[in-house]
């Protein structure tokens, strides 16, 4: 099987086997070059969210604390108080957590961050963990949260976890998009959000929409940054594959020929863009244009090659990920065609 992925470090971008959505940047280049597709398609496998989300919540919460905890909150007794750090830390060694203890942890942190002015920041934190651990429903309602405290000034509690809360937030993306200023990266892990959450239901029609619109628009408004319209491509091609149809059923999209071209217009203005490249390789290849991926894995192979001689590629080519997995793929290639001779 060939093997889809521009693996990278932590700003990386992963396509894997087309089963995910995270961030990357292939040769570990620096900030102004293009990281972070995070729409990379890594296969991930959690086989407790439960447990990760009480684990992720009371690491944020212990994390807070330590940072706030010189400050006075002015309350009189432990009734009316916060939690200490030592109540936290029991909370989360009580692995026999209820439903109902994980929504007043929720509450909790709610109630800490409001005493200060962080709230926006801390909700950002949280919805960052629960990426990490794949929980994508979750991520974006605290993302969701960050947008309305950052741009709207309220501390807006929501707690437990409800999963069906991305219709009624749809209008309030429209009035966020007005607002000025925005921040860009809040903005865009939402949108990245949004779009893990609609692959893992089979490219649900709306949470997949919101993406679309979110990455539009950032789009638009920097249109000299090549990830936004990356992550077009990505989701317009995988959404429309019947290798990422659900359960056996396919999403009912058509839209890739418009992710190739948007591909080839990165490529066009941005000639050394590995990540593209390698996207475009794999869409290929996927396509049954084997010959055509081959070609495009060749260009990618002397692109990342050319990098390094100018000593852009962080370990060598012997330890790049994406450069070793360019030789796997074509190696694969050349074995399938040496097969059906």
Not at 114 to 120: D, F, I, L, P
Not at 134 to 162: P, S
Not at 200 to 223: K, M, S, Y
Request: aromatic share 10%; net charge neutral; charged share 30%.
């Amino acid at each position: 099987m060939i093997q889809n992925s521009v693996v990278v470090s932590s700003g990386e971008f992963g396509i894997t086997n087309a089963k995910a959505i995270i961030c990357c940047d292939p040769l570990g280049a620096n900030a102004s070059s293009f990281h972070s597709p995070r729409f990379s398609y890594t296969q991930f496998m959690f086989s407790s969210v439960f447990w990760k989300r009480i684990l992720v919540l009371a690491f944020v919460a212990i994390v807070f604390i330590s940072c706030e905890r010189s400050k006075n909150f002015g309350f009189q007794n432990r009734g009316d108080r916060p939690p200490t750090v030592e109540d936290l830390e029991t909370w989360k060694e009580r692995l026999a957590m209820e439903e109902a203890e994980i929504i007043e942890l929720e509450k909790k942190i709610s109630s800490m961050a409001q005493k200060t002015r962080s709230a926006g920041a801390l909700s950002w934190k949280i919805a960052q963990g629960y990426m990490k651990i794949g929980d994508y429903d979750m991520g974006v309602k605290f993302y969701n949260r960050a947008l309305k405290e950052n741009n709207e000034g309220k501390k807006v509690e929501i707690v437990g976890a409800e999963l069906h809360f991305f219709e009624p937030a749809i209008p309030y993306f429209e009035k966020a998009l007005l607002l000025k200023p925005i921040d860009q990266q809040l903005l865009f892990e939402t949108a990245l959000a949004y779009a893990n959450a609609s692959k893992d239901r089979g490219w649900e029609t709306t949470r997949r929409r919101i993406a679309i619109d979110l990455f539009t628009h950032l789009a638009i408004q920097d249109p000299r940054d090549s990830r936004f319209p990356f992550q077009l491509a990505l989701i317009y091609f995988d959404s429309s594959m019947p290798d990422s149809s659900w359960e056996g059923v396919s999403a009912g999209f058509h839209d890739q020929d418009k992710a190739v071209v948007i591909l080839d217009d990165i490529i066009k203005k941005e000639s050394k863009n590995v990540p593209a490249r390698f996207a475009k390789a794999n869409f290929l290849y996927r396509l049954g244009k084997t010959e055509d991926s081959k070609e495009e894995y060749l260009k990618v192979k002397k692109t990342i090659e050319e990098l390094n001689d100018a000593g852009l590629v962080r370990g060598g080519l012997e330890k790049n990920d994406s450069y070793q997995n360019v030789l796997q793929n074509l190696k694969k290639i050349e074995e399938s065609s040496s097969k059906s001779e």
